[in-house]
């Protein structure tokens, strides 16, 4: 057995525009599989994961959330998409994450303090499932998306703030990696455009599969 490979090692951070960072390699793999844990414990409900309906048509994405659930094209308490449950709370320690994420990622102090995440998208994707191109604008605050990746890598598209189209950049993200994007990339359009197969490292706590987790501040009350 080898210690290490090449690509094993954590890459370089890299900005693909003004306010969005990637930070390869940021949760170490007990922490990785230890998040994998919770997700399937989310999974099972009281709202289970599903794929949402966009215009009639299911997503590849199966996606549960916390906080606040998330359907095309609101939040509410209630998934009244799905059965009527209440959607689960966010958890502490992803607030806690969510602040250490925009420190670590060349935000302000003041502020990764004041940012309070409240709600969560997990997303499980198989091989086959994409994200198409698009906003993340469902939220009333314009507070830095916290994205975090584990399982299988994928390809991850990171566009411009004007269209689906180019200039674009095409990124890796591999299991433990961190991307936020605020500030004037934080309208900017994203999408997946494949997942990768086997190639999730061992002890990450998936083996088959992506998980990526979005955390946000929605701005809504009650
Ligand atoms: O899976 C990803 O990396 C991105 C997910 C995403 O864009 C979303 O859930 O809105
Ligand atoms: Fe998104």
Redesign the pocket.
Same mark, same amino acid.
């Given at each position: 057995m080898t210690l290490f490979t090449p690509d094993m090692e954590p890459g370089e951070r890299s900005r693909p525009g003004p306010g969005a960072v990637h930070i390869p390699g940021w949760l170490t793999l007990e922490q990785q599989s230890w998040i994998v844990g919770q997700f399937r414990q989310w999974s099972t409900g009281p709202v289970p994961i599903r794929a949402a309906k966009v215009r009639g048509h299911e997503m590849s &994405?199966r !996606?549960v959330c916390l906080g606040w659930h998330w359907q095309p094209y609101k939040y509410t308490r209630e998934a009244t998409d799905v059965n009527g449950a209440r959607v689960l709370p966010f958890p502490d320690w992803m607030v806690r994450l969510g602040r250490r994420a925009l420190r670590e990622s060349g935000y302000t102090d003041a502020e990764a303090a004041a940012y309070t995440p409240d709600t969560a998208?997990a997303?499980y994707?198989d091989e086959n499932a994409r994200?198409g191109m698009?906003q993340?604008k469902d939220e009333r605050s314009l507070a830095p998306i916290v994205?975090l990746?584990i399982g299988d890598e994928?390809t991850?598209r990171f566009g411009n703030t004007e269209n689906r189209n180019k200039p674009y950049t095409d990124l890796r993200?591999r299991s433990g990696d961190l991307?936020v994007f605020g500030s004037a990339s934080r309208l900017a359009y994203?999408? &997946?455009t494949r997942v990768h197969p086997l190639t999730a490292p061992n002890g990450c706590g998936l083996g088959t599969g992506?998980i990526?987790i !979005?955390m946000r501040m929605t701005g809504l009350q009650g």
């Open positions: &994405v !996606t998208l997303n994707y994200m698009h993340d994205s990746s994928c991850f993200l991307f994203h999408g &997946v992506r990526n !979005t």
